[in-house]
């Protein structure tokens, strides 16, 4: 039977005479708002590194960054001496798995302590914060925690809003992850371009402060559509408890057997962030027609990509419901894990002693982003639809906190980049989601079985709208 909608739940879905293109308003204001997030996010995303191994951690630079001496020395007293590469690849494994980790504590702030809308705008202004203190290497360190303290605020209470706009069984929720992944994508395209162009122009700092422009425009987006979101009750008045169902805990169990291969897929992600950059600076001919290529705008690639495969996908899948023939979420996440292991492959391809072509990580990079497709809005969607409501935040948090565990492994991965050729890394960065991928098709009939029909999968006759 399909999961039950909690009977306390605190939010209505919104009215369909204020839909637009077949969707609430609200997931409109949802998807801009992680948008604008997504374009601060990935600006970080693309220069850190680079920043890093190119300026902030070298002599004469790196003895300005306020407690960065006590930082450095308790990295080294887990890890051993570490270079600048090492340094720059670890920092940036921590901070990314910080900032993936706090939407757990976040969503669970949402559920229990304050409203959702007062913790997207109190975590916007904290991240905006944090931008704008990349803009001083003294307070370096400072910018990073402001920046994951705002991202567990906002991040953990936008993506649980999402299934409030559509009531139970509403077929169009699979599809809602698709548009808000979009946004984030066409986020993840602006960053690049436009961090990267005002980074090789004008100096680091004025890249990261586009970041934080971008964050400020995210929250005046939202507040100014905060009329179009489900009116919320404030946690504490949402009623006492109760015991959860059949049908809830069973569904809970099933996101924790799936959790793992969220895991496997994001370690190996987490790579093109981290580094990725490092690999195309060393073995990757930049130069076109005499322009040399900034590299992060390769990652806008990350973007573009998604901008064409997410409405063909939604189209595939709507089309293959209209004959009952859609695959189910896990099918769809096995899929996933299987297309970006291919991807990966590509990067093995380049010899370890020459340079390869652009056009290679052009083709991973629109590869990998159509194994992302099938994988993460689905993954999403799947917590999002299955979690009972007054634990929404938390186990979205959870689903994002795969991301943080990942991140944490991508840490000394980054640092045995530096020990091993770059194809022998690339292959087993491949193998990861690739094993994870044939797990998930061997266990997808037994875990169907347990978990009871896909509520992200129409197996009747869509309802008109």
Not at 17 to 44: F, N, Q, Y
Not at 142 to 149: E, G, H, K, R
Not at 185 to 200: D, Q
Not at 431 to 451: K, N, Q, S, T
Request: some cysteine; hydrophobic content about 55%; aromatic content about 10%.
């Amino acid at each position: 039977m399909e999961p039950i909608a909690s009977p306390d739940a605190i939010a209505a879905p919104i009215p369909e005479k204020r839909a637009l293109l077949d969707h609430p308003r609200g997931l409109w204001v949802l998807a801009g708002t992680e948008l604008w997030d997504r374009i601060s996010w990935h600006g970080m995303v693309a220069m850190l590194v680079l920043y890093m191994t190119g300026e902030l951690l070298l002599p004469g630079r790196v003895e300005h960054v306020i407690g960065f001496a006590g930082y450095r020395a308790g990295l080294e007293h887990v890890f051993g001496p570490m270079n600048v590469t090492q340094l720059a690849t670890q920092t940036f494994a921590l901070y990314f798995a910080a900032i993936t980790f706090l939407p757990l504590v976040g969503g669970w702030i949402g559920d229990r302590v304050m409203p959702r809308r007062a913790a997207v705008s109190l975590g916007a202004l904290t991240m905006t914060a944090g931008h704008f203190a990349m803009a001083f290497d003294a307070t370096f360190l400072m910018a990073l925690v402001l920046l994951v303290i705002g991202a567990g605020l906002l991040r953990g209470n936008l993506m649980p809003q999402i299934r409030a706009l559509y009531a139970a069984g509403d077929r169009r929720l699979g599809d809602a992850f698709q548009v808000y992944t979009f946004a984030i994508n066409v986020g993840a395209f602006i960053a690049p371009i436009a961090s990267g162009t005002m980074a090789k122009y004008y100096g680091w700092h004025a890249g990261f402060a586009v970041a934080g422009v971008g964050m400020l425009a995210g929250l005046v987006w939202y507040l100014a559509g905060s009329r179009h979101l489900p009116a919320q009750v404030p946690p504490l008045q949402a009623g006492p408890a109760r015991q959860l169902t059949a049908a809830e805990k069973r569904n809970m169990w099933l996101l924790a057997l799936v959790w793992p291969f969220s895991v496997a897929f994001w370690t190996a992600q987490a790579q093109v962030w981290n580094v990725y950059s490092l690999w195309v600076r060393d073995h990757i001919d930049m130069v076109v027609g005499g322009f040399a290529v900034p590299i992060p705008w390769l990652q806008s690639l990350d973007g573009l990509a998604p901008a064409f495969e997410a409405p063909l996908l939604i189209l595939l899948w709507r089309w293959q419901a209209s004959r009952q023939a859609e695959s189910d979420s896990l099918g769809k996440l096995a899929t996933g894990c299987l297309i970006f292991a291919g991807s990966t492959l590509l990067l093995a391809l380049v010899p370890t002693n020459t340079r390869g072509t652009i056009w290679l990580p052009v083709a991973f990079h629109l590869l990998s982003n159509l194994g992302a497709m099938f994988f993460t809005p689905v993954m999403h969607a799947t917590f999002a639809s299955r979690a009972p409501e007054r634990w929404r935040g938390t186990l979205i948090g959870i689903d994002m906190m795969s991301v943080a565990v990942a991140s944490l492994i991508s840490g000394p991965m980054g640092g045995w980049y530096t020990r091993v050729s770059p194809p022998l890394f690339w292959m087993v960065t491949a193998a990861i989601p690739a094993v994870a991928g044939v797990l998930l098709l061997a266990l997808r009939r037994p875990l169907r079985a347990f978990g009871g029909p896909d509520p992200l999968v129409q197996t009747t006759a869509a309802p008109a709208h």
